[in-house]
Nanobody, 124 residues
Framework: QVQLVESGGGSVQSGGSLRLSCAAS????????MGWFRQAPGKEREGVAA???????NYGDSVKGRFTISQDNAKTIMYLQMNSLEPEDTAMYYC??????????????????WGKGTQVTVSS
């Protein structure tokens, strides 16, 4: 059974940094897509960044140049380094995955597995 567990959220001031982690377990597929999404109260879930088994990455327009997605060598942990955080980045951040195919998708419906989320709060 696939499990995704996020960690690393917290409260920071505007301009600060955080690094989120997503630990994945329970899969054996060599081809996959993984992504970070966020959802603020009253807003739709938004694609933040994605990475796949081929090493390709993709970013949402609002985070380009500030956030970096990566994975460890074993490809079991995905990271999201968030720099120059702004109050508009405040949201619940979710890790998502899909297996058997690669691709860097930023659309929530493309993903089959989701973590429970980690809260990021940025104060001005």
């Amino acid at each position: 059974q696939v499990q995704l567990v996020e960690s690393g959220g917290g409260s920071v001031q505007s301009g600060g940094s955080l690094r989120l982690s997503c630990a994945a377990s329970g899969y054996t597929y060599s081809r996959y897509s993984m992504g970070w999404f966020r959802q603020a109260p009253g807003k739709e879930r938004e694609g933040v960044a994605a990475i796949d088994s081929d090493g390709r990455t993709n970013y949402g327009d609002s985070v380009k140049g500030r956030f970096t997605i990566s994975q460890d060598n074993a490809k079991t942990i995905m990271y999201l380094q968030m720099n120059s955080l702004e109050p508009e980045d405040t949201a619940m951040y979710y890790c998502a995955a899909r297996y058997t195919t690669s691709g860097v998708f930023l659309l929530p419906y493309m993903y089959s597995y989701w973590g429970k989320g980690t809260q990021v709060t940025v104060s001005s």
